[in-house]
Each structure stands twice: as structure tokens, then as C-alpha cells.
């Protein structure tokens, strides 16, 4: 017996909506989909009209689907922003240089000026270079930490100040759990935040923070998207791992179990008079910090000077430690306020990269 969409009740029902267990037909299942984001980004107020969004572009499926999404969303309902992909690469042989690859091919097909930022450029170093030193373990502290700022400071170049990220439901569920398994409460408050708010410089925001990761790989799949599947070679995140697998059989058992464990995160309060992290700025290099240096100044001296656990680890460090120079003619994060600087005297040179250019 044929099926027909729970939705239209005309066309065939061809999936089972993961989020809700419906069965429905491809258009409707778009139109769902898309329409969702819509509403968590007018209901959030996300955006106004004449805003400059740079879309952090991995080329992996989130992303692409984000750029997708953005795109269709805007022209549908004349949001009038100006849209830019912004990418990252961290250096890494054999898996970023491909997925670029694809991020340019989405510069093409979407039409959307795209500006590459490099690790190599920023920091001196690559992850290849950064996981010989420091094998596969820590790796990702590295590349969190650096990919975070990388971001900032790409947005600062174009002179824009506000970055989307494709971290879905999944994600932030995720996120919720390993923060209560550590405890870590300041990060717990901040991370179902659709928003981050004055934390950093660059504003930014998560409008798949509803969107679950399943629905996002149906979409790509059936929109024939252009994207990158392959994993990370440095690893995941091992304890991201276990927490992802637990999520996942969650899911298995109770599809509303993602989004319960978001409103959980939500709900929590933190209780009065506990110690709170309060922010400074970098006094090397003017990034957002909560300590004197911050944590990528941190990083990049233990790499510098031969030490890269530190940062990592609590015992070879010091305060006095931690502001000792770095070896002479060794790199250092250019401050923040150089490249605010370059940006407010060359301004043309970032509102240029509005027509669809290819200068990377
Ligand atoms: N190299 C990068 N350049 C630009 N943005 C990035 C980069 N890596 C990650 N991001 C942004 O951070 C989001 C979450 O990154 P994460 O590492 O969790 O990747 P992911 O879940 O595989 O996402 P995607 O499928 O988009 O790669 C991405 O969707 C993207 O918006």
C-alpha cells in the first residue's frame, strides 16, 4: 500500500523525518527543514537587515548545508544580508587542502566571496607540523584553540563582526553532556547559547542549534549537495567520541532525547557566588582572554620554546613562565589591534572581496 506525506497527504512519503518520525515526501521535507532554520533565526533575531555574515566554511556537510540554507533563506525572505564564506586551514596534509577544495567549488556554485585564513600564517605553524611535536594526543586543544581565533581574526580582515557556524543539535547536546561529566560549569552556561555574547570580539551564532545532524545529512544527500565526508586524520576528539556514541544511543531509543538534553543545558542555573571566570584582554597579542596571555599565546610559546605540554598540563607552568618572551625571530600572534587597524585604514580592500573573487 502506497504511503503518502503526512504533511501534503498528496505526494509519496519516500523518508521518515528523523527529528519527528513522520513520513514525508522530499518537498516537504526541504520546506520543513528550511523553514525551521528560518524560524530560529528570526525567534533569536539572529540577524538585521544590511548585516555582513562571514559563514564558517570546513567544506564537511554542516557547513556546506549552512552556506546552502543561508543562501536559499535569504533570497526567499529578502533578509538582505551580504553573505561570505570564511575557511580555515589548519594545515593538514591529505585532509583540509581537499576538503578547500570543495569549499571552493561552493564559492562557484554559490556564488559567495570566499577568504582562507591559515594556520601557517597566523601562528607560524601547521597541525602537521604542531602533531609532530605534540603526537595525537593533545592535538585538538591545538586546533580548537587556534581554529577559534583563526575565525576572529579572518572576520577582523574582512571587517565583519559576526561568524555562523554549522554546529547542529548534535553538537551542542554533545557539548552539554561532557560539560557536566567535567564539571565545568562556566563553560556549561555559555555552550546551548545561541548567541555568544561579548565573549569574543566577533559575535557568534549557531543556527542549526535546533537542526539535528541526521536531518542535515538527509538534506545534503538529497539535494546532491557538494561536500567533504572524510574524518579528521589527526582523530576525533577521543572524549567527544564517547560522548557522541552515548548521544547516539539515546537517539536510537528516543529521537527527542537531542533536543531534551539542549533544553536541559538551558535550564541550568549557576548557583550565586560561584567564582566565574571574568575577561581580560591578551596582553600580547589583544585577543579576549581570561587570563593574562591567552590560551593560544599559551600554546604557541610551549611550541616555540621546545614545551608543548604547556598550556596543556597544569605542573611545568608558571605565571612568570607563561609571560617570558618568546625566542627571538620566533612567530607571535600579530595583535589584534594591527589587524583592526589595517582593516579601518584599507577598508575598500575587504568590501572589494564582496564581488565573487578568487584570491586565495
Ligand atoms: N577549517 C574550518 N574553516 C572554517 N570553519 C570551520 C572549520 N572547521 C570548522 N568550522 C566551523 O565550525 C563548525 C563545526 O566544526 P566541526 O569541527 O564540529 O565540524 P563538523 O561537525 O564536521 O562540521 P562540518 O560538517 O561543517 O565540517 C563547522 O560547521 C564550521 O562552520
Redesign the pocket.
Known amino acids: 500500500m502506497v504511503k503518502y506525506c503526512a504533511i501534503c497527504e498528496k505526494d509519496k512519503a519516500v523518508l521518515r523525518r528523523p527529528k519527528t518520525g513522520q513520513q514525508i515526501c522530499k518537498s516537504c521535507f526541504y520546506f520543513v527543514f528550511e523553514t525551521e532554520i528560518h524560524h530560529t533565526i528570526v525567534d533569536n533575531k539572529l540577524f538585521k537587515r544590511g548585516d555582513r555574515i562571514a559563514?564558517?566554511?570546513?567544506?564537511?556537510?554542516?557547513?556546506?548545508?549552512?552556506a546552502h540554507v543561508l543562501k536559499t533563506l535569504n533570497e526567499r525572505y529578502d533578509y538582505g544580508l551580504e553573505l561570505y564564506l570564511?575557511?580555515?586551514?589548519?594545515g593538514i596534509t591529505g585532509y583540509?587542502d581537499d576538503?578547500?577544495e570543495t569549499?571552493k567549488r561552493n564559492q562557484q556554485q554559490y556564488e559567495l566571496p570566499l577568504k582562507i585564513v591559515s594556520y601557517s600564517d597566523l601562528y607560524g605553524w601547521t597541525m602537521d607540523e604542531i602533531v609532530k611535536e605534540v603526537g595525537l594526543k593533545n592535538n585538538c586543544t591545538f586546533c580548537g584553540v587556534f581554529?577559534r581565533q583563526?575565525?576572529d581574526r579572518?572576520c577582523v580582515m574582512l571587517g565583519i563582526d559576526h561568524?555562523?557556524?554549522?554546529?547542529?543539535a548534535d553538537?551542542i547536546a554533545e557539548t552539554v553532556l561532557m560539560n557536566i561529566l567535567r564539571g565545568d560549569i562556566a563553560r556549561l552556561g555559555r555552550c546551548t547559547e545561541i548567541v555568544t555574547k561579548g565573549d569574543t570580539m566577533v559575535r557568534r551564532s549557531k543556527p542549526?542549534k535546533y537542526t539535528y545532524?541526521k536531518e542535515?545529512v538527509m538534506y545534503a544527500y538529497f539535494k546532491k549537495l557538494d561536500?567533504?565526508s572524510t574524518?579528521?586524520i589527526y582523530s576525533p576528539n577521543a572524549y567527544r567520541g564517547y560522548a557522541r556514541t552515548f548521544l547516539k544511543d539515546l537517539e536510537a531509543i528516543r529521537p527527542s532525547a537531542i533536543i531534551d538534553i539542549i533544553h536541559s543545558g538551558e535550564a541550568f542555573e549557576i548557583k550565586s557566588g560561584v567564582k566565574m571566570p571574568t575577561q581580560q584582554t591578551c596582553t600580547r597579542c589583544g585577543y579576549i582572554s581570561s587570563n593574562e596571555l591567552c590560551k593560544a599565546c599559551v600554546l604557541l610559546e610551549g611550541l616555540n620554546r621546545g614545551l608543548p605540554r604547556l598550556g596543556i598540563t597544569r605542573e611545568q607552568r608558571t605565571r612568570n613562565d607563561e609571560a617570558k618572551e618568546t625566542k627571538k625571530g620566533v612567530t607571535k600572534i600579530q595583535h589584534f589591534s594591527e589587524i583592526q587597524r589595517a582593516e579601518a585604514t584599507a577598508p575598500s580592500a575587504a568590501r572589494a572581496l564582496k564581488k565573487v573573487d578568487l584570491s586565495y
Open positions: 559563514i564558517g566554511a570546513s567544506g564537511g556537510k554542516d557547513s556546506t548545508v549552512l570564511l575557511s580555515v586551514d589548519e583540509r576538503s578547500l569549499v581554529r583563526a575565525l579572518g561568524v555562523v557556524t554549522g554546529h547542529n553538537d542549526f545532524e542535515i561536500y567533504f574524518e579528521c
